[in-house]
């Protein structure tokens, strides 16, 4: 069975809905989705999927606990990680539950999309899961122009591993990626971990925590790639990413010069820059309009209507603001 995965808790409440709407929006209800809980805190997402006939959140504890404990283990081999953790006040580990998209490698699916909770879908995935008959693992994104948020890029070890032209064809964002049930099972995992207790961990980047792990389970595993990044030709690809600037929105849907967007990640902006517009507060980001249709898609009556002037998401604070920020009365 073919399915879509995200990974979500109630912090990104109105970006899931977003998501599941855009997703709806090119299947109807005939693409089951799988959400995976990024903790606890999960009581508002959990009524909005019992709402959805084909959306399951994924309640496997063993298979959460196994996934947890795995990425615990590896980020106890990493030399610097924890200390560097706990210097910017992080917890002993940071951002655990973002690992938890890898159960998808368990259940409930035999072939999957994953998708972040910030990202919209465009576009029939046909062409993603046709790929899957020849590789393991399909991406679509740019990711290799900037190995610098993927891998420790002052590691020796790094270029030991890995030949220059993997590191700049292999690659990616772990936002978006299409794989298959059981690829990494316990023997492989527990390969993989114990080359990372033998000194690989130096390599991996502590600040994007899995999507370093994913690219280095994938990478080191060797298991097949293609990224549509790479193999299609000039004219028929398109970006992904809200720092795009060029994106055309017809019927919301996003076109890139012509050609109709897989997906649109909007990377880089905070979950409460979503919470705050939907709650009504005036604040402009790049395709705004798109997010709020699909948001808003089957209660338009919700829609905020905004009645002061559209503030830019990233408009330097007022005098005011940095005043009080100052003498630390602002946060």
């Given at each position: 069975?073919?399915?879509?995965?995200?990974?979500?808790?109630?912090?990104?409440?109105?970006?899931?809905?977003?998501?599941?709407?855009?997703?709806?929006?090119?299947?109807?209800?005939?693409?089951?989705?799988?959400?995976y809980p990024?903790?606890?805190?999960?009581a508002?997402?959990a009524?909005?999927?019992?709402?959805?006939?084909?959306?399951?959140?994924?309640?496997?504890?063993?298979?959460?606990?196994?996934?947890?404990?795995?990425?615990?283990?590896?980020?106890?081999?990493?030399?610097t990680?924890?200390?560097?953790?706990?210097?910017?006040?992080?917890?002993?580990?940071?951002r655990?539950g973002t690992?938890?998209?890898?159960?998808a490698?368990?259940?409930?699916?035999?072939?999957?999309?994953?998708?972040d909770?910030?990202?919209?879908?465009?576009?029939?995935?046909?062409?993603?899961?046709?790929?899957l008959?020849?590789?393991?693992w399909?991406?679509?994104?740019?990711?290799?122009?900037d190995?610098?948020?993927?891998?420790?890029?002052?590691?020796?070890?790094?270029?030991?591993?890995?030949?220059?032209?993997?590191?700049?064809?292999?690659?990616f964002?772990?936002?978006?990626?299409?794989?298959?049930?059981?690829?990494?099972?316990?023997?492989?995992?527990s390969?993989?971990?114990?080359?990372l207790?033998?000194?690989?961990?130096?390599i991996?980047?502590?600040?994007?925590?899995?999507?370093t792990?994913?690219?280095?389970?994938?990478m080191?595993?060797?298991?097949?790639?293609?990224?549509?990044?790479?193999?299609?030709i000039?004219?028929?690809?398109?970006?992904?990413?809200?720092?795009?600037?060029?994106?055309?929105?017809?019927?919301?849907i996003?076109?890139?010069k012509?050609?109709?967007?897989?997906y649109?990640?909007?990377?880089?902006?905070s979950?409460?820059?979503?919470?705050?517009v939907?709650?009504?507060?005036?604040?402009?980001?790049?395709?705004?309009?798109?997010?709020?249709?699909?948001?808003?898609?089957?209660?338009?009556?919700?829609?905020?209507?905004?009645?002061?002037?559209?503030?830019?998401y990233?408009a330097?604070?007022?005098?005011?603001?940095?005043?009080l920020?100052?003498?630390?009365?602002?946060?």
């Amino acid at each position: 069975m073919d399915g879509i995965c995200t990974l979500a808790n109630d912090r990104v409440y109105d970006q899931l809905v977003a998501l599941l709407n855009s997703i709806e929006a090119i299947y109807g209800q005939k693409m089951p989705v799988c959400v995976y809980p990024y903790d606890d805190n999960t009581a508002r997402i959990a009524a909005e999927i019992a709402r959805r006939p084909n959306v399951q959140l994924y309640d496997h504890q063993d298979s959460i606990q196994q996934w947890d404990e795995f990425v615990r283990n590896i980020w106890d081999t990493h030399p610097t990680a924890q200390e560097h953790w706990r210097q910017i006040g992080s917890d002993k580990y940071y951002r655990v539950g973002t690992h938890r998209r890898y159960c998808a490698f368990d259940a409930p699916f035999d072939r999957f999309v994953y998708m972040d909770a910030d990202t919209l879908l465009m576009s029939s995935l046909e062409q993603v899961f046709a790929q899957l008959n020849q590789y393991d693992w399909v991406v679509y994104d740019f990711q290799f122009k900037d190995l610098s948020h993927v891998y420790n890029t002052s590691s020796t070890k790094l270029r030991e591993l890995f030949t220059p032209e993997r590191l700049q064809t292999k690659i990616f964002c772990s936002g978006f990626y299409a794989s298959k049930k059981d690829i990494f099972d316990t023997h492989k995992r527990s390969w993989l971990l114990e080359k990372l207790r033998q000194g690989e961990a130096e390599i991996l980047y502590d600040m994007a925590p899995d999507q370093t792990i994913l690219n280095y389970m994938v990478m080191r595993s060797g298991i097949s790639s293609y990224n549509f990044a790479h193999q299609l030709i000039e004219s028929e690809k398109t970006g992904c990413c809200v720092t795009s600037s060029h994106f055309q929105a017809k019927d919301n849907i996003l076109y890139d010069k012509g050609n109709r967007l897989t997906y649109i990640h909007y990377i880089g902006l905070s979950s409460k820059l979503f919470s705050r517009v939907c709650a009504g507060e005036n604040i402009d980001f790049p395709y705004r309009e798109i997010f709020l249709h699909y948001r808003y898609l089957h209660e338009p009556d919700k829609r905020p209507k905004f009645k002061s002037k559209p503030k830019a998401y990233n408009a330097p604070p007022s005098l005011a603001t940095r005043i009080l920020r100052k003498i630390g009365l602002a946060g």
